[in-house]
């Protein structure tokens, strides 16, 4: 019986979120979780030491690996200069760990 449960919970999990593949989501409390803390990273990206304040979420996916990986893009202003940056962020809930994904580390240009 354990094994039905478990073997249909796995195919639940793999219908809705396409297992491995990313997918168009809107932007969650999750996500919100995944930006606010990519936002306290992007310093060393924008060369920017200020308050990074966030103005705009978009153009958010989920790819369901070993935890998430949410890819979006943030604007952000910091001292009233604007930028745009394309950010990747892993997250583990399980062990509560979040981290930007090595291989696409944050790309921001200044509006």
């Keep these: ?17 396409q297992l491995g593949g990313q997918q168009t989501v809107p932007v969650t ?9 990519a936002t306290s990273q ?5 060369l920017s030491s200020g308050e990074h304040t966030v ?14 990986i949410y890819r979006f893009t ?6 009233g200069v604007s930028y745009s ?10 062990t509560g760990m979040k981290f930007l994904v090595p291989s696409e580390l944050p790309k921001c240009t200044q509006n």
Excluded: Y
């Design 85 to 94: 940056c394309r950010v990747a962020v892993a997250v583990q809930p399980w």
């Design 42 to 46: 992007l310093s060393q990206f924008t």
């Design 29 to 37: 409390s999750e996500v919100i979780d995944a930006v606010k803390w």
């Design 1 to 17: 019986m354990l094994k039905q449960i478990i073997f249909f919970i796995a195919l639940v999990a793999f219908a809705n979120c």
């Design 55 to 68: 103005l705009n979420i978009r153009d958010v996916t989920v790819q369901i690996v070993a935890g998430s």
């Design 74 to 79: 943030v604007d952000v202003s910091v001292e």
